[in-house]
């Protein structure tokens, strides 16, 4: 059965700081993963998602890495701002394609400092 | 830009009555879902659909829990006799085969949720 953690569970920087989000699954035959963003009450954002061929993506602030093989992705984000304070949720899709649901990590709370 | 909505953004029910909690999916997708997110908790998948029938299901989708596409456009979840452990925020989410290449993304679209509160 799939697990994904991430690590850490809440992290607290200054404004301006460059920082790093880690996320690790056990079961490497995945389709893609897709790092979300929650606020408080609300629904998901869909950020980025990578497909299983891939290494990376960008968009804007926001790099995403995958490292299928040992199961690992990290989101990076550059020039952090007071807007990027919310919960980043991590998701694998299995490798069966389809109508798939994802397996979801419990996500990082990330606060930033004005 | 299309989104998905869901109704009513909060329902409060009493234990063993039935809930139907609505979505409308992103016109153009043909894949549809259903995941809930106890408070604390994970998002947990409960169920997909496509081509108007249950094409996956986790253990937590047990008989209490129904999908129905009624029409062209909603997406229901049914809950015919509510627990206390059914509070939970409840997400209806939609894909559809986009890529280049015949790599297809199934990229899900999530909706704001529905806070169900069981008393």
């Known amino acids: 059965k799939q697990e994904v953690t991430q690590i850490p569970a809440a992290l607290s920087v200054p404004e301006g700081e460059n920082l790093v989000l880690n996320c690790s699954f056990t079961?490497?035959?995945?389709?893609?993963l897709q790092w979300f963003r929650q606020d408080p009450g609300k629904g998901l954002t869909s950020l980025l998602l990578?497909?299983?061929?891939?290494r990376e993506q960008t968009s804007g602030r926001l790099n995403a890495s995958l490292d299928k093989s040992s199961g690992r992705s990290t989101l990076y984000i550059a020039a952090s701002q007071p807007g990027d304070s919310a919960t980043y949720l991590c998701?694998?899709?299995?490798?069966?394609?389809?109508?798939?649901?994802?397996?979801f990590g419990k996500g990082t709370h990330l606060i930033i400092q004005p | 830009e299309p989104e998905v909505t869901q109704t009513p953004s909060h329902q409060v029910t009493q234990m063993g009555q039935e809930v139907i909690l609505r979505c409308v999916p992103i016109?153009?997708?043909?894949?549809f879902y259903w995941y809930r997110q106890i408070l604390g908790q994970k998002v947990e998948f409960l169920v997909s659909?496509?081509?108007?029938?249950?094409?996956?299901k986790s253990e937590i989708f047990d008989d209490q829990f129904s999908v129905e596409r009624p029409d062209g456009s909603n997406f229901t979840l049914k809950i015919r006799s509510t627990k206390l452990e059914d509070s939970a925020m409840y997400f209806c989410?939609?894909?559809?085969?986009?890529?280049?290449?015949?790599?297809?993304?199934?990229?899900?679209?999530f909706g704001p949720g529905t806070r169900l509160t069981v008393t």
């Open positions: 659909f496509y081509n108007n029938e249950i094409s996956e």
């Open positions: 998701a694998v899709r299995p490798l069966r394609g389809g109508a798939d649901g994802l397996t």
């Open positions: 989410a939609s894909s559809w085969s986009s890529g280049t290449g015949g790599r297809w993304t199934y990229e899900q679209y």
């Open positions: 016109s153009n997708h043909l894949y």
């Open positions: 079961d490497s035959a995945i389709y893609n």
């Open positions: 990578i497909q299983s061929s891939q």
